[in-house]
C-alpha cells in the first residue's frame, strides 16, 4: 500500500511539473524588470467597419509611426517592421542566401537590452542620414566571416552595400515579442540582419505583413510613395516609459493625436487609441499556445484525482494500525504524537514520491516534443528549481492528504482496542 501510494504520486506530480515546464517556458517575461517601462501605442486608422471588436490594429500606418516617431514624446522609441533580405558575401566560396530581420531604428538596441560580441548599433545621426549600416547576427557573422570581428566590413543586401556596424551575441528572446505579426509566430526565432528603418523605406522593403482597409484586404505597391501614405498599417512602434505620469502623459498625447486626425477629417470616429506595456501586450495577444493552458489544467486535475486515492490509501493504511495506535496511547502517547508519527510517515512518502516524481518529470521533458510543436519543446528544460519544486509538491501534497486519515487515526480509543486484543 505504501507503495502504491508513492508510484500513485510520482506520477501525478511528473505530469504537473512536466506541464508546468511548458507553461512556464511560454509564458515568461522576455525582459523582466523592464517590461513594465516599455510599451505599444495604437491608434485606430481604420475605423469600426474594419476593426474587430473596436480594438485598433495591432500594427500603425506609416504616418502615424512617423508622426509618433518625430514627436519625441518618450525617453526612448522605435519603429521596426520585419521583413527579409538577400544577401550576398565578397567571400566567393560563401553563396548567396535569403535572411530575414528587421528594419528597426537606432533606440531598438538599448530599448531591448540587446547584448552584442562586436561593435554596436548605430545612432540617431545616422537614422536621419539614412545610413548603409547593418547590425547582424552572431550566426550569420559564423557563416560569412568565419566568427572573426567583422565590424568595417561589407556585405551586398539586396544588391546595396552596407557597412557592419555590430555583431550580436546570442540573442533569442523568447516569446520572440518585438515584432509579432501574421508572419512571424512568438516562438520562431529572432532575425538575422538589422538595418535603419529609414534606408529600408528608401529601398521600398515592405514588411512581411501588411493589413489595409480594404474589402479585399489588397494593396497596390507599384505606387511606393502611395502606398506609404496610404491606410495600410504594418509598422510596430514602441516606447520606452518610466514613470506612471509619463505612461499618462503620452496617453494623452495619443489621445489628442487621434482627435486632431479626426477633426483634420482623416478620420470619421472618436479617438480610439490604446497603450499596453510588454506583459499586456502579450496577454492581448494570446501568446500562450491554448495546448499549454490545456494541459496544465488537465494534470492539475489529474493529480487531483490521484490525491482523492492517496486520501484513501492512507485512511486504510493507517485505520489497520489501530491496535498499535490504542497501544501506544494507553501507554501515555498523546494525539500530538499520533498526528507528529503519521505526518512525518506521509512526508517520507512523499519525498520518495517526489525523487521517482522527478525522474518522471525527466523523461516529460525530453519526451515534450512529442506533444507540443518543436519551437516550443526545444524551450522545456528541467533545472534545478523545477527539480525542487517536484520534491516540494509531492510532500506537501502527501501531508496534506494524510491532514484526515491522520485526525481518523488519533481519534482512537485506547479502551476499545486494548478491549479487542
Known amino acids: 500500500m505504501t507503495a502504491l501510494v508513492i508510484v500513485l504520486l510520482a506520477f501525478g506530480v511528473s505530469a504537473c511539473m512536466v506541464s508546468y515546464a511548458v507553461f512556464r517556458a511560454t509564458t515568461s517575461d522576455p525582459l523582466p524588470g523592464k517590461s513594465s517601462r516599455l510599451y505599444v501605442p495604437l491608434i485606430d486608422n481604420i475605423g469600426p467597419s474594419y476593426n474587430y471588436l473596436g480594438e485598433p490594429n495591432e500594427t500603425l500606418s506609416y504616418m502615424d509611426a512617423m508622426a509618433l516617431w518625430h514627436a519625441h514624446k518618450a525617453s526612448r522609441q522605435t519603429l521596426l517592421y520585419p521583413t527579409k533580405w538577400q544577401v550576398e558575401s565578397d567571400n566567393?566560396?560563401?553563396?548567396?542566401?535569403?535572411?530575414?530581420?528587421?528594419?528597426?531604428?537606432?533606440?531598438?538596441?538599448?530599448?531591448?537590452?540587446?547584448?552584442?560580441?562586436?561593435?554596436?548599433?548605430?545612432?540617431?545621426?545616422?537614422?536621419?542620414?539614412?545610413?548603409?549600416?547593418?547590425?547582424?547576427?552572431?550566426?550569420?557573422?559564423?557563416?560569412?566571416?568565419?566568427?572573426?570581428?567583422?565590424?568595417?566590413?561589407?556585405?551586398?543586401?539586396?544588391?546595396?552595400?552596407?557597412?557592419?556596424?555590430?555583431?550580436?551575441?546570442?540573442?533569442?528572446?523568447?516569446?520572440?515579442?518585438?515584432?509579432?505579426?501574421?508572419?512571424?509566430?512568438?516562438?520562431?526565432?529572432?532575425?538575422?540582419?538589422?538595418?535603419?528603418?529609414?534606408?529600408?523605406?528608401?529601398?521600398?522593403?515592405?514588411?512581411?505583413?501588411?493589413?489595409?482597409?480594404?474589402?479585399?484586404?489588397?494593396?497596390?505597391e507599384s505606387n511606393w510613395d502611395a502606398y506609404l501614405h496610404s491606410e495600410c498599417d504594418r509598422i510596430v512602434a514602441w516606447v520606452e516609459l518610466a514613470t506612471p505620469a509619463d505612461v499618462d502623459s503620452y496617453r494623452e498625447y495619443l489621445r489628442h493625436y487621434a482627435a486632431e486626425q479626426q477633426r483634420l477629417g482623416r478620420f470619421s470616429w472618436p479617438p480610439n487609441i490604446r497603450l499596453r506595456n510588454l506583459t499586456d501586450w502579450l496577454t492581448f495577444l494570446q501568446v500562450t499556445p491554448r495546448a499549454s493552458s490545456l494541459s496544465i489544467l488537465v494534470s492539475a486535475s489529474f493529480l487531483l484525482i490521484v490525491l482523492v486515492n492517496v486520501v484513501g490509501l492512507m485512511l486504510a493504511r493507517f485505520m489497520r494500525r489501530a491496535p498499535e495506535i490504542g497501544v501506544r496511547r494507553a501507554l501515555g502517547a498523546s494525539r500530538t504524537a499520533i498526528y507528529r508519527q503519521f505526518l512525518i510517515e506521509a512526508a517520507s512518502m512523499g519525498f520518495v514520491g517526489g525523487l521517482l516524481g522527478v525522474a518522471l518529470t525527466l523523461l516529460g521533458v525530453w519526451g515534450a516534443g512529442a506533444l507540443f510543436e518543436p519551437n516550443i519543446a526545444r524551450l522545456v528544460h528541467a533545472d534545478t528549481s523545477l527539480i525542487a519544486l517536484t520534491v516540494l509538491l509531492a510532500i506537501a501534497a502527501t501531508v496534506v492528504s494524510a491532514l484526515y486519515p491522520t485526525w481518523r487515526a488519533a481519534q482512537t480509543q485506547p479502551a476499545w482496542q486494548i478491549k479487542i486484543n
Open 92 to 220: 566567393p566560396s560563401v553563396p548567396a542566401m535569403t535572411e530575414t530581420g528587421d528594419a528597426v531604428t537606432a533606440d531598438f538596441f538599448s530599448m531591448f537590452d540587446v547584448p552584442f560580441r562586436f561593435g554596436s548599433g548605430w545612432t540617431a545621426d545616422d537614422d536621419a542620414q539614412h545610413a548603409t549600416v547593418a547590425v547582424i547576427s552572431r550566426h550569420l557573422n559564423e557563416a560569412l566571416f568565419g566568427g572573426h570581428n567583422s565590424v568595417g566590413q561589407e556585405i551586398r543586401l539586396d544588391g546595396q552595400l552596407f557597412r557592419i556596424g555590430g555583431v550580436l551575441e546570442d540573442w533569442n528572446p523568447r516569446p520572440r515579442f518585438f515584432d509579432l505579426g501574421d508572419d512571424v509566430r512568438p516562438f520562431d526565432d529572432v532575425g538575422d540582419i538589422y538595418i535603419p528603418f529609414t534606408r529600408a523605406t528608401d529601398m521600398k522593403k515592405d514588411s512581411t505583413f501588411s493589413l489595409c482597409p480594404t474589402d479585399s484586404q489588397a494593396f497596390d
